[in-house]
């Protein structure tokens, strides 16, 4: 379908291709110069942290754990409304992930219930900001600190975002970001660690190649159990490009935002649904980077599921995706004794969140069609 609108898509212009084959030339693709240049800006972008860059936001996770000493026996808290790499991480380091149910509104972790599952086991808070809204980073680091706590924040969606007017990895903790393809910065895969100190680097830095601790000759040492984590120079020059273009996005999303909550409430009068159950977004146009534009569809009104919703909004030549699922209700999780009906509020927005598309190349004309599309659908299938 030649007018299908994807749910996100990335935008490379010339200047990226360009810059891509230049390294593709060089000879030098792997981890080199192009990548100790990114994370020198990175840096800058930052105020000046160290971070290092891996290969995927998950072995961003996983260092940071690592990083921190969390380890078999330890708990971490964090929420079950993620990609599922976010508690596997945490599994992974022979750790336990202690799920706290989220805040309807805002879909994130709620913070007023993480202090009743803290445990003299607990070493960890991971939070993550959803669709790039990040929690309130002054309740989130007031209980870390109460309670003696590290905080490694997923901020996978949240390039960009910030609070109180300073940037998400700018302060705090140990902040991990994703650069996969549907990222607001991309480097079509990759992530970044933001750290704390030159020492928290340098872990980082064995973590990601195979706890290499000297090269040489004759000088080679490994003293940690290290992976295949690092970033190559061809993605690296993606990212570098990408953040040059980071603030025309920035701007692009919002408008775009702004024209849901627009057009969806306008669709919703005209056809009469203003009762209609349709949870929206937290209108936040300070703090988030509008990663993506979420919506809760009202099940109980309707007479159909989501898949049926998002099948028919296929049909119309409209893409969306579900982000996520309660990873509570995973078969792996299961067998460990976890229960969706632990955290109800996440089992039920689980079931019924929908993704609507939301990237910076879509034509002025497509929230309307998508705005009108969804509305139509919702008002064939009402119950009243």
């Not at 935008?11 to 084959?21: C, G, K, L, P, W």
């Not at 990175?42 to 996770?61: D, E, I, K």
């Not at 601790?213 to 690092?230: A, E, F, P, Y």
């Amino acid at each position: 379908m030649s007018n299908f609108i994807p749910f996100t898509r990335p935008s490379f212009n010339q200047e990226t291709i360009d810059a891509v084959s230049e390294v593709l030339r060089s000879g030098w693709v792997t981890s080199g110069p192009k990548l100790a240049e990114f994370e020198a800006s990175l840096s800058s972008y930052f105020g000046g942290r160290p971070v290092r860059c891996f290969a995927n936001g998950t072995a961003t996770m996983k260092i940071a754990l690592q990083v921190a000493g969390i380890g078999a026996g330890d708990e971490v808290i964090t929420t079950p409304i993620s990609w599922v790499a976010t508690s596997n991480v945490i599994l992974g380091v022979g750790a336990k992930p202690i799920f706290v149910d989220i805040d309807p509104r805002t879909r994130n972790i709620d913070l007023n219930k993480v202090a009743a599952a803290i445990t003299p086991k607990t070493r960890a808070i991971m939070p993550v900001y959803l669709a790039g809204l990040p929690v309130d980073m002054d309740q989130l680091y007031a209980l870390a600190k109460q309670h003696h706590l590290r905080v490694i924040e997923d901020a996978a969606q949240a390039f960009g975002s910030q609070w109180k007017g300073k940037k998400i990895g700018s302060f705090g903790d140990l902040v991990s970001f994703s650069f996969q393809a549907n990222k607001n910065l991309t480097t079509v895969e990759g992530g970044c660690l933001v750290l704390n100190s030159d020492a928290e680097a340098k872990l980082a830095e064995k973590f990601r190649l195979q706890g290499l601790t000297r090269q040489g000759m004759d000088g080679m040492d490994v003293d940690v159990l290290g992976g295949k984590d690092n970033l190559t120079d061809v993605n690296a020059v993606i990212g570098l490009q990408q953040l040059k273009q980071l603030p025309a996005y920035q701007t692009r999303r919002v408008a775009l935002a702004r024209q849901y909550f627009d057009l969806i409430r306008a669709e919703l009068k005209s056809t009469g649904l203003e009762n209609l159950k349709l949870e929206l977004p937290v209108e936040n146009f300070i703090d988030s980077n509008w990663h993506m534009f979420q919506v809760v569809l009202p099940l109980d009104q309707l007479k159909v599921d989501r898949a049926q919703v998002m099948t028919e909004l296929k049909d119309l030549g409209i893409g969306t995706g579900v982000h996520y699922p309660a990873i509570t209700g995973f078969t792996l999780y299961k067998n460990q004794g976890y229960k969706a009906s632990d955290t109800p509020i996440a089992e039920r927005i689980g079931r019924s969140i929908l993704t609507l598309p939301l990237f910076p190349g879509m034509a002025d004309g497509d929230i309307g069609r998508i705005a009108s599309g969804l509305v139509e659908i919702l008002k064939k299938h009402c119950k009243n």
